[in-house]
């Protein structure tokens, strides 16, 4: 089944929705937090527990950063706060307007772009030193292009964060996790479009629409689009998600800009 919906329209104002119930990812952080970003003691994450290496990053400041597709008062100001010049795009203008909350607050220089993560026109090519991307390509249909718009506005030798979902967690019968019983009910390529009956559908209609995406273009689409995977870790979901006891269903990748392809 497919459905007459356009996908962008539909997830901004779903995550405008979500900044209006507070949602894990809308919450700003706090002075607090952007006063110890200021003194060097700064972590984010790009899955939902672990804190990405400190490594992965080198100093930020003076470097330009993007946050792909990452509004909601949370990672940008951090960043722009360590000594980041820092540029966020997101479909969501509640979001975009979380970011601002924190910067009018804080006394930052965080630019604000809303957009498709998809389509970074809005930057010129080699714009950036590092793009930080976490877990918000399941909400595209097609990430391909955000791989290949990652590789066009970073510098040579550039660094791309990514957080990615594995597919797996889509495909489970939610009726049953809930019971505590895993059983596979859904195939790839899942999409609610798709996958889900009315029933089920209606039943997420408040939440952004979903797309799983295969590991070979999750991780075959960077190195395809010119990027050397240098990093990766696993993570597991919020505590009580049943599927984490089994596996780690976030992946988190660090891949370089090659100089040349």
Partial sequence: MTLDVDVRQYNREAWNR????????????????????????????????????????????????????????????VFAAAGARVAVLDNSPAQLGQDRLVAERDGLEVRLVEGDMRDLSSFAEGSFDLVFHPCSNCFVDAIRPVWREAYRVLRPGGV???GICNPVIYLMDPALEQQGVM?????????????????????????????????EDQLG????????????????????????????GF???????LATR
């Fill in 251 to 257: 992946i988190a990748t660090r891949a370089v800009k």
């Fill in 221 to 248: 689409g960077q190195t395809d689009a010119g990027f050397a995977i240098t990093g990766l870790y696993e993570d597991t979901h919020v505590a009580g998600d049943k599927l984490s006891e089994y596996l780690a």
């Fill in 160 to 162: 791309l964060l990514s």
């Fill in 18 to 77: 979500q900044v209006a119930k507070g949602d894990r990812w809308t919450v700003p952080v706090g002075p607090e937090v952007i006063a110890a970003a200021r003194r060097g003691e700064w972590s984010v994450v790009l899955t939902p527990n672990k804190p990405v290496p400190r490594a992965w990053f080198g100093d930020l400041k003076g470097r330009d950063v993007l946050c792909l597709a990452g509004a909601g008062g949370q990672q940008a100001p």
């Fill in 183 to 215: 059983q596979l009910k859904y195939k790839m390529p899942y999409s609610d479009f798709t996958s889900l009956t009315d029933e089920e559908r209606a039943r997420y209609k408040d939440e952004p629409l979903v797309f799983a995406h295969s590991l």
